[in-house]
């Protein structure tokens, strides 16, 4: 069974950069898209983007394109997520999730990662 | 961007079944997959294309899509059903998940 698992929980300031993590386990774990999912305190699902990390080919919803960075090492089965300069408005919940087809369902979950941005 | 509709909260007694919709244009020629997400933690996959499902999910949940409304069915309905849940369709002509924004199911 896939499994991920996501890096730790993250405080930050504004301006800062940031880059968290999501490692998968399992068979051909590589040959699998990995979607990012954004939830704002109290709020539902937003899709961010996907990657694949066998070749680090990536889609951006329009809502995220340009403001974040899909990033991929398939030699450690690991899938990142990256800010440039964080807003207060980028805290929330960031959840990694497998797709096994990049317009299907998202069927196994990280636990998630609390991003907070605050002076 | 295709839009997806839900109502933000369904109550239902224990025992009883809960229906939550999920509205879009001709929905029925997307493929629709069905989230729960309790407090606290990760959405699981429930429902995957209109109607499988995962295992793991119990019999007593069962999702139909039909012209404009895709409908995820929970049977029996128990305390430990309730949750928020989300309906997710690609949007193909986008090329992006499109999420609901989500129902609170509330057990009476």
């Known amino acids: ?119 | 961007s295709f839009v997806l509709t839900q109502a933000p909260s369904v109550s239902v007694a224990p025992g009883k079944t809960a229906r939550i919709t999920c509205g879009g244009d001709n929905i029925e020629t997307y493929s629709v997959h069905w989230y729960q997400q309790k407090p606290g933690q990760a959405p699981v996959l429930v429902i995957s294309y209109d109607s499988d499902r995962p295992s793991g999910t119990p019999d007593r949940f069962s999702g139909s899509n039909s012209g404009n409304t895709a409908t995820l069915t929970i049977s029996r309905v128990e305390a430990g059903d309730e949750a928020d849940y989300y309906c997710q369709v690609w949007d193909g002509i986008n090329d992006h998940v499109v999420f609901g924004v989500g129902t609170k199911l509330t057990v009476l």
Request: overall charge neutral; proline content about 4%; glycine content about 10%.
């Open chain 1, 1 to 119: 069974e896939a499994q991920l698992v996501q890096s730790g929980a993250e405080v930050k300031k504004p301006g800062e950069s940031l880059k968290i993590s999501c490692k998968g386990s399992g068979d051909n774990f590589n040959r699998y898209w990995i979607g990012w999912v954004r939830q704002l305190p109290g709020k539902g699902l937003e899709w961010m983007g996907i990657i694949y990390p066998d070749n680090s080919d990536t889609k951006y919803s329009p809502s995220f394109q340009g403001q974040v960075t899909l990033s991929a090492d398939r030699s450690i089965s690991t899938t990142y997520l990256q800010w440039t300069s964080l807003k207060a408005s980028d805290t929330a919940m960031y959840y990694c999730a497998r797709q096994p087809a990049y317009d299907s369902n998202l069927d196994y979950w990280g636990q998630g990662t609390l991003v907070t941005v605050s002076s």
